[in-house]
């Protein structure tokens, strides 16, 4: 006879998808290709079900396929068969990951329906129904997933507000993991809006009120001591990239705090949806040490820490556990991506952990590269190379120092003059002013290296007049910076201003496309960071670029992946922009556009990476050997497809 405490063990046992066992068992469970269903527990024959149930279990693990078997899927109609050897072990995940014997579940029936992962709605066929207890849990109809993603575009388009597009994508996501990137791949350029900048920063204003269901790790002040047993919480073991954040500089919206969780949960959205790695191979990360934003700290909704920001000793010891135990818990091959941390210490955290793990920050180093890269294309509108020409930046944070620095080492690397010579050709304006060797003794560290011998200027305006740039980058996060009296005076002293208004999200942008082309009676050549809608000047229509830092990290993270690297190096960043640049076509530059098309941007990612996995090779920083021939066709065949499988 079982004790209640043991029916609800077995109950418990039979409500989901198959993991494994713990280590301390030593055995492994695979989901089987027979389905059991669970007990009620008002069943009077329960003790004689139950016994068969728990037979079965055993028979189950006895009799458990190899892990080279596929779970719940046939192996030979993968549309992907995961390119690298082992670097994801998404089909054999549930074989192989061990996990607490009480979570041992099966895939089946109304729980099937319930795991994102595996949930195809509808798509489930006749025969698919049958074998997994679906009948009668759906409509009769069978439809395809194209006819699926048609039916949620149509659905998806009915809502007019953005952040309502924004939580019926998170629904998705939540409901049919592979309908959602499906969808967002073949819609990317109306979609990416939707679910990264700008939608996303009024998401994560709303974060508290909006939240549902926890879509990556919270890691708070409360862990410290323990993060390595929070980490092993999060189902998923072979994680390949982690996006982290500690909320206190969310795109141009300052400190919004623990529910900066938007932003790393969009971008890792992006990593799969663009760079083609498997979902279920990234990590969200938040850092909560507190928030100093006061309406935060007084909203009932807010769901962080109500205290204001460790900093100090205190914050860096919880960093520092935090990144060791991440290489001790996934290795030393994962890629770390600093997201949306304030520069103070964006950059610190940037320079510790570079020499010791596999970091990128996207601020600094993923806006410099593909901001290099829209410089690059726009030379063969104006003519000339990066050293005849002159940049002004408003904004000397993380963005406009990391862009600065990346400009000064490409011309350095094309004309072999040193970088402290390159760097003169470069100007920053803070909100103190022009920076000049005068100013050095008030200076950050960072800003030091741009302080150059010039008198001082106080404003934007007067810095454009004295300096005479051909290049004017805004990364200020301060809107409508860039006055009509800015753009004027740029296309008083250039035939084509080149203009980049880089911050977001739309608000926070220094000028709008229509501004920037009216203001220059439509002579400039413009991009920015959040995207505007064609502009029609004079009868004619002009389509600017979109900045988007989604051009290079997506790729940039699947090269350092395929290529096994365990460590960053400038000149993968250089790689990637020239490789982005590559795909700007003549038909583009015709339009204006300095960025190609957003349609194309799984052959980017794919272009970006083998570049990138190039360049690792080159420097002796990838582990993955023997490098590939063709590492273009290497990369396409590594990219997650979100076809659906089909199940035995």
Known sequence: MYSLSQSSFLKNSLSGVSRGLTKSTSKKVSAPSVVVSAVSSNDRSGDRNLSVLENTLKEMRENAPSPSSSVVMKESELTVGGGVEDVYGEDSATEDQYITPWTVTVASGYPLLRDPHYNKGLAFTEKERDAHFLSGLLPPVVISQHTQVKKMMHNIRQYHVPLQRYMAMMDLQERNERLFYKLLID???????????????????????????????????????????????????????????????????????????????????????????????????????????????????????????????????????????????????????????????????????????????????????VVLSGLMAALKLVGGTLAEHTFLFLGAGEAGTGIAELIALEMSKQTNVPLEGTRKKIWLVDSKGLIVRSRMDSLQHFKKPWAHERQPVRNLLDAVKAIKPTVLIGSSGAGRTFTKEVVEAMSSVNEKPIILALSNPTSQSECTAEEAYKWSDGRAIFASGSPFDPVEYKGKVFSSGQANNAYIFPGFGLGLIISGAIRVHDDMLLAASEALAEQVTEENLENGLIYPPFANIRKISAQIAAKVAAKAYELGLATRLPQPEDLVSYAESCMYSPNYHSYR
């Open 187 to 369: 819609n990317v350029e109306e979609l990416l809006p939707v679910v990264y900048t700008p939608t996303v920063g009024e998401a994560c204003q709303k974060y508290g009120s909006i939240f549902r269901q926890p879509q990556g790790l919270f890691i708070s002040l409360k862990e410290k001591g323990r993060i390595l047993e929070v980490l092993k919480n999060w189902p998923e073991k072979k994680i390949q990239v982690i996006v982290v954040t500690d909320g206190e500089r969310i795109l141009g919206l300052g400190d919004l705090g623990c529910q900066g969780m938007g932003i790393p949960v969009g971008k890792l959205s992006l990593y799969s949806a663009l760079g083609g790695i498997r979902p279920s191979a990234c990590l969200p990360v938040t850092i909560d040490v507190g928030t100093n934003n006061e309406e935060l700290l007084k909203d009932e909704f807010y769901i962080g820490l109500r205290q204001r920001r460790a900093t100090g000793q205190e914050y860096a010891e919880l960093l520092d556990e935090f990144m060791s135990a991440v290489k001790q818990n996934y290795g030393e091959k994962v890629l770390i991506q600093f997201e949306d941390f304030a520069n103070h210490n964006a950059f610190d955290l940037l320079a510790k952990y570079g020499t010791t793990h596999l970091v990128f920050n996207d601020d600094i180093q993923g806006t410099a590269s």
